[in-house]
């Protein structure tokens, strides 16, 4: 082929040599149900798509102004100025760069466990302790210990609300108590990322408890009810000087103007997070569903996954749901084995339902 090199780009009219690498880097939709990863399969919204690709002529330039209008959005939603707020290419950022200032080699984190262990993680690569609390029996965060333990080694307390993998939530008193009494000792840093699926969330508490002062980081994603996980976008709302530490350590103008353009126009996108919640929640009902006949206790769910206790080696089920084309994630807690599946869309829930039957009439 005369290639690009001697004949000029020839644009859009001519069958690019990277089509075939597109063919095979896309994900094969309809052989794999995907229900590992809480994403939402929804989206992202019409508003979204058509913000992404109006700012995709913009990608020479340093994506500035994209930057400005979302953040001054996010501020105005969230009632603090712009300085309260750093965004991220998706919580993860966020969350890896609160491990970097309040881990490191001294740095002693204290979360539940289980719980999302990304922030911990980093901290523990870094060299921090990690000081786990289990789930009370109720896979609850036990609050009362949490702040018992909070002694002045603790570097950085980890909250997540809604919690993964339980899907569990602390009411909004819970937290208040529990950020007002221990942020006066220590950072807490909570990770929100399914908090637009929460039932009633009557506004953040938790933005309540950093507009009065407190030491509260508030962790936010676009990945979830906004559907933009592989567009990465997040944020994090916090006091203007810890805002200032984590952007020190952290992300440095890592999101795409497309991304954020996208993200300015989902963020306010009432009805496609109505639409989302409402799809998520009929999935809910379908899956529950498929439980109560199958005779499984579940946990009732306030995000986009559902965690229930099976009655087989938890590797084992997943190996075997996942040679009927199904992926779930399964972990085993204090010796029972769990599994933890997102929800997709119908046909995917489907495919679930008819390979959970099969796997679980297997068992001996
Ligand atoms: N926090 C929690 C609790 C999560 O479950 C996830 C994703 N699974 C994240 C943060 C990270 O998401 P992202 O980096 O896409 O924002």
Redesign the pocket.
Same mark, same amino acid.
């Given at each position: 082929t005369a290639g690009l090199m001697t004949m000029g780009y020839a644009g859009a009219s001519t069958k690019s040599e990277a089509e075939p690498l597109m063919e095979s880097i896309l994900p094969k939709k309809d052989r794999y149900a995907r229900l590992t *990863?809480?994403e939402n399969p929804f989206g992202p919204s019409a508003s979204a798509k058509k913000a992404l690709k109006a700012a995709i002529d913009d990608s020479f330039l340093y994506p500035r102004e994209y930057r400005q209008t979302l953040l001054s959005l996010i501020a105005k939603e969230e009632g603090v100025t712009e300085d309260h707020i750093l965004l991220g290419a &998706? *919580?993860?950022?966020l969350?890896h760069a609160a491990a970097r200032v309040y881990g490191g080699a001294n740095g002693k984190v204290l979360s539940a466990d289980p719980t /999302?262990t *990304?922030l911990v993680r980093s901290a523990e690569m870094m060299g921090s302790e990690w000081v786990k609390i289990p789930l009370d029996k109720h896979f609850d965060h036990d609050l009362s210990t949490m702040e018992y333990k909070v002694k002045p080694d603790i570097s950085l307390v980890y909250l997540?609300n809604p919690n993964?993998p339980t899907g569990k939530i602390m009411t909004g008193d819970e937290i208040i108590g529990f950020c007002d009494t221990v942020s006066q000792k220590v950072p807490v840093f909570v990770?929100e %990322? /399914?908090w637009d699926y929460m039932e009633n969330p009557k506004g953040s508490t938790t933005t309540a408890c950093i507009k009065k002062g407190a030491n509260v980081i508030v %962790?936010r994603?676009?990945?979830k009810v906004h559907a933009f %996980?592989g567009l990465?976008v &997040?944020y994090c709302i916090a006091q203007p000087e810890v805002i200032k530490k984590l952007a020190k350590e952290g992300p440095r103008n890592t999101l795409s103007g497309p991304s954020m353009s996208a993200a300015t126009a989902s963020l306010v996108d009432y009805d496609f997070i109505k639409y989302s919640v409402k799809m998520n929640n009929e999935g809910k009902k379908f899956v529950y569903d498929v439980l109560e006949k199958t005779g499984h206790d579940y946990f009732p769910s306030h995000t986009n996954f559902i965690l229930f206790p099976i009655a087989m080696e938890s590797e084992d089920f997943r190996t075997k749901m996942l040679a009927k084309g199904v992926g779930i994630k399964s972990m085993n807690v204090a010796g029972q084995d769990y599994c933890r599946v997102s929800m997709g869309k119908m046909e995917d829930l489907e495919m679930f339902a008819d390979a959970f039957k099969q796997v679980i009439s297997t068992k001996i």
């Open positions: *990863s809480n &998706g *919580s993860s950022e969350l /999302y *990304s997540v993964n990770d %990322a /399914y %962790a994603t676009f990945s %996980a990465r &997040g």
